[in-house]
């Protein structure tokens, strides 16, 4: 079992920014990758961007925050970070962060229960 707890969220104005972290606890074993995803009013859930766990990290962002957003890890200490810059009205939503994985037992899912970005004026 793997918990996930999202902070750093809020109000910001267009243009400003926002740092959500991701603290992971439990059973890490097996774990392949680590994401962000949002989920827009009226929208299904999208996934913002996404950091390999395993051999060279890679990184992969959706086109509408390239640019704007970085994701990082310390894997020391199972943290998860999303950096979003010069935010955007359409970047409100609610953050959730995901982890992925495999054991013996099978592949595995785990998300968070989000926090919301408001970029408003």
């Known amino acids: 079992q793997i918990q996930l707890v999202e902070s750093g969220g809020g109000l910001v104005q267009p243009g400003g920014s926002l740092r959500l972290s991701c603290a992971a606890s439990?059973?890490?074993?097996?774990?392949?990758?680590m994401a962000w995803y949002r989920q827009r009013p009226g929208k299904q859930r999208e996934e913002v961007a996404t950091i390999t766990t395993r051999g060279t990290t890679s990184t992969n962002y959706a086109n509408s925050v390239k640019g704007r957003f970085t994701i990082s890890r310390d894997a020391a200490n199972n943290a998860l970070y999303l950096q979003m810059n010069n935010l955007k009205p359409g970047d409100t939503a609610v953050y959730f962060c995901?982890?992925?994985?495999?054991?013996?037992?099978?592949?595995?899912?785990?998300w968070g229960q989000g926090t919301q970005v408001t970029v408003s004026s």
């Open positions: 995901r982890v992925e994985g495999f054991r013996l037992s099978g592949g595995y899912e785990y």
């Open positions: 439990g059973n890490m074993f097996g774990l392949r990758s």
